[in-house]
């Protein structure tokens, strides 16, 4: 009884046979993702925020009827807290003369424009510097952290001389651990009534 074996089976036969094995094509690899370049686009696209596109976000900062084209004093108080415009050059009552001068609630973007360049020079600060830091403080109602006050909070919570109740009985006068001594009750099996001073000062033979 004969039995047909494929062409292809045979051809692999003889390939083996002979000490010749085709090699199998490469599965083509998928390529990864590429993150710096979408990281670097995500920088630009940052970077292409206008003073513009930040009037208009704070224009509407607490307020879901607002266009975006026309922004409040207080709105705009908030905006330049945010940047730290606000300081001790500029404060809240002089925003407030100046925005004053437009006998409006509102003022549109280009009276915003000549708000903040008479204020500029009212108080003798650089028009560009306010805008630059108004333009990279954020989208509305970002608190920026710096490094000092996450330090320092840092430095409050890990101050064991300030801690109370259980937890200041697991660190020792140092601010030491005290492991597992600090979190457990272990009993004196040692035969001494507690705070016993003269433990261990008797010879053996009493």
């Known amino acids: 009884m004969f039995v047909t074996v494929p062409v292809y089976r045979r051809a692999m036969s003889e390939e083996a046979t002979n000490g010749k094995v085709s090699p199998?094509?490469?599965?083509?690899?998928?390529?990864?993702?590429?993150?710096?370049?979408?990281?670097q686009m995500a920088i630009?696209?940052?970077?292409?925020i206008t003073f513009l596109d930040q009037f208009r976000a704070f224009s509407k900062f607490g307020d879901t009827k607002s266009d975006?084209?026309?922004?409040?004093l207080s709105q705009s108080d908030k905006w330049m807290k945010q940047a730290k415009v606000i300081d001790k050059k500029i404060t809240t009552t002089d925003t407030g003369i100046h925005f004053k001068k437009f006998k409006a609630l509102?003022?549109?973007?280009g009276d915003y424009n000549k708000f903040l360049d008479d204020l500029a020079k009212t108080r003798k600060v650089?028009?560009?510097e306010i805008k630059k830091k108004m333009i990279?403080?954020?989208?509305?109602?970002?608190?920026?952290?710096t490094a000092g006050?996450?330090?320092?909070?840092?430095?409050?919570?890990?101050?064991?001389?300030?801690?109370t109740g259980t937890h200041k009985e697991r660190f020792d006068a140092s601010g030491k651990g005290?492991?597992?001594?600090?979190?457990?009750?272990?009993?004196?099996?040692?035969?001494y009534v507690t705070g016993y001073q003269n433990k261990d000062t008797y010879p053996a033979a009493h």
């Open 44 to 48: 630009n696209e940052s970077s292409k």
């Open 149 to 163: 006050k996450a330090a320092s909070a840092v430095e409050r919570l890990t101050d064991t001389s300030k801690y």
């Open 178 to 191: 005290k492991g597992i001594a600090g979190r457990k009750n272990i009993v004196d099996e040692s035969g």
């Open 68 to 72: 975006g084209k026309h922004i409040t």
């Open 24 to 39: 199998s094509p490469s599965p083509q690899l998928t390529q990864p993702a590429p993150t710096v370049e979408m990281g």
């Open 106 to 109: 509102k003022i549109s973007y």
């Open 126 to 128: 650089d028009l560009e």
């Open 136 to 145: 990279n403080c954020g989208s509305p109602g970002v608190t920026q952290v």
